[in-house]
Structure formats: C-alpha cells, structure tokens
C-alpha cells in the first residue's frame, strides 16, 4: 500500500528513459516471440476470411466431443465447435451441396432436431478476400492519419516514434493470437482497430506533457533533454496507469468470465485483443515510444549542447526534486 499511494502522489520517480537499453531488449523478445508464432503457426483466420461452411442448431444438451463426432462422422476435417447461446456454431471448409446435405440431416438425426432447424451459411474465399483488402486499407488510411496528425500538432519525431509504438502493439498481439489459436475474425479487426486508438491516445497524453516540459529548454537549461522527458513521463504515469486500469479491468470481465462461465464464446475473439492491446499499449508508450524520441531529439545539436554543457560541469543543478525540475526546465 505504501508504495501505491506514493506512486499516487507522484513521489516516485522512475527512469524509464535512463532504461532503454532493458525496454529494448523486452520489446525485441517480445517481437521475437511474436514473428515466430505467426510464421510457425500462422493466424487462424475465421470462414469470414477464407471461406467456408457454417452449421448452427439448437442442442442444449449436447457435448462439444459429441457435435465435433457427428461432424467427424460425416466427414467432415477439423470442424470449429463454438457455443452460441444455448446453441451451436460449427465451421468447417467448404463442402459441396451434397456434402451440406448429409451433414445436416446428420446433424438433425443425432441431437433429434428438425432438418429445417439446422440452419447452413455458406460463405465464399472471394469475399473473404475482400473484407481482408478492406481491412488492410482501413488500417492504412488510419495509419496516415496518425501521421498527419501528430505531425501537426507536434512534430514528426513523435509521429515516428508514435507509428512505431503503434506497430510493436499489433505484431505483439496478432503473436498471441497465433500462439493461442484464437480465430481471427471481424470482431477481432475490430479489436485490433480500438487498440491502436487506445495506444495512440496515451502515447499523445505522453507527448503533450513532453512538449510542454521540453518547450522551455535552453541553452542555460539545468536538464537535458532526457532528464525533461523523463519527468514529463513521471508526471503522467499515474493518469496512465489509471486509464489503464479502468479500460481493462471490464474487457477482462468479457474474457475470463464471459467466455468461460457464461458460455460467450463469440466475444473472446473481440476481447482478447482488447485486453492484450490495452497492456501492451500503456507498456509501448511508456517504455517504447518515449525512450525512441529521446533517442531521436538527442541528435538535434541544441540537446547535444546542453548535454555536453551539463557534462562538463559535472551536470550541477540537473537533479532534484521532479516538480522543481520541471519548473525549472
């Protein structure tokens, strides 16, 4: 408790900029590990996507081992079975109309319901190729938007270091989703989409605290531009972390809860992206895209002179108390 209501009172000042080299090192594994599950693995994309057959019936009774054999049965490879309520969502590949047929009569025989109520969706490759064209385009015409904005509003160092946060958090989350074998679906795009929203958002909280600190650095400052952004960070970590918190802590009600006790299985691929995004993103613009834009202002020469002038006389007046810093910048 101690050590909350200090981080509380913002009487903890932690160097996360002085800490590159660790972040660094955290993020290339966690990418690592990342890239190696969606070349190993692969993404397991829904029948919006690639194409397919979907059978959903009412059976509540039943047991996910014996509608995956009736599937099985009627030959049908590797069958995805969900809950849906107090039904059934089965997706399979593409199967032709006789094979359509068999398997919903045979569904109707061993769950004793009616032929008509075994409903059949069909869904073809080519138009999961275009909802796959229009989410790339989607996610293209956000990513310039962001660009352009914080490119205006600050500066295109932040916008780089921005993009680049941004692109940490989805190469780490789509890792996850090829790791754990949850179907990418829609939802998930969706997903995906609200997470870059959230990331960018702190990032720019993070950024406008940066600007403001750094605006008053000078040629007689007592900080370098690191000491600047480092406070800057300090004074925004618990707004973050309570953001942070906030948004969670719901999501995670969907995803362990919802998916679990309540049978939500149509929600987990929407929530877990969000929970993993949501952690992943507060981690990036704290440990990832302030320390990159650090790393790129402190080759400008104006913070290379106060730097090698702090250094020289042994970098008097650069500590003290954060709140005292930052005033003085």
């Known amino acids: 408790m101690g050590l909350a209501r200090r981080l509380y009172r913002g009487e903890i000042d932690v160097d996360f900029v002085g800490k590159w080299r660790l972040w660094y090192s ?15 693995n692969g993404l397991n994309l829904g029948v919006e996507f690639r194409g397919g057959s979907v059978f959903t019936f009412s059976a509540p009774s039943a047991t996910i081992e014996q509608v995956r054999e009736t599937f099985s049965d009627e030959g049908v490879h590797q069958p995805i079975v969900q809950t849906a309520g107090n039904g059934w969502r089965v997706t399979t590949e593409t199967l032709s109309e006789g094979t359509l047929n068999q398997v919903q009569s045979g569904v109707a025989k061993d769950f ?16 999961g190729g275009e909802v796959s064209q229009k989410a790339w385009i989607g996610l293209g015409v956000f990513m310039l938007a962001i660009i352009l904005y914080l490119s205006m509003a600050f500066e295109p160092k932040m916008a ?41 958002y702190d990032a720019v909280v993070v950024f406008d605290m940066i600007k ?38 719901p999501v ?78």
């Open 252 to 329: 995670a009600a969907i995803l362990f809860i919802g998916t679990t006790l309540l049978g939500a299985g149509t929600l987990k691929d929407l929530s877990l992206a969000l929970f993993v995004g949501m952690i992943v993103g507060t981690y990036s613009s704290l440990c990832v895209a302030t320390p990159l834009l650090v790393t790129l202002k402190e080759r400008e020469p104006k913070y290379q002179a106060i730097a090698k002038r702090l250094a020289s006389t042994g970098g008097k007046g650069a500590k003290g108390s954060k709140s005292a810093a930052v005033a003085k910048g």
């Open 26 to 40: 955290l993020s290339g594994l966690l990418l690592a590990v990342s890239l190696a599950g969606l070349l190993i």
């Open 212 to 249: 403001e600190v750094t605006a008053k650095l000078g040629h007689t400052s007592k900080m370098t531009y690191s000491m600047a952004a480092n406070n800057a960070l300090n004074h925004t970590l618990i707004r973050s972390l309570n953001t942070s918190l906030v948004a969670i802590l």
């Open 112 to 127: 004793n319901v009616p032929v008509g109520q075994v409903s059949i969706q069909s869904i073809g490759a080519s138009w």
């Open 160 to 200: 780089l270091a921005a993009i680049v946060a941004l692109i940490h958090d989805l190469v780490i989350t789509a890792g996850i989703y090829a790791w754990s074998g949850f179907e990418v679906t829609p939802a998930t795009l969706l997903g995906f989409l609200t997470i870059l929203g959230y990331s960018l």
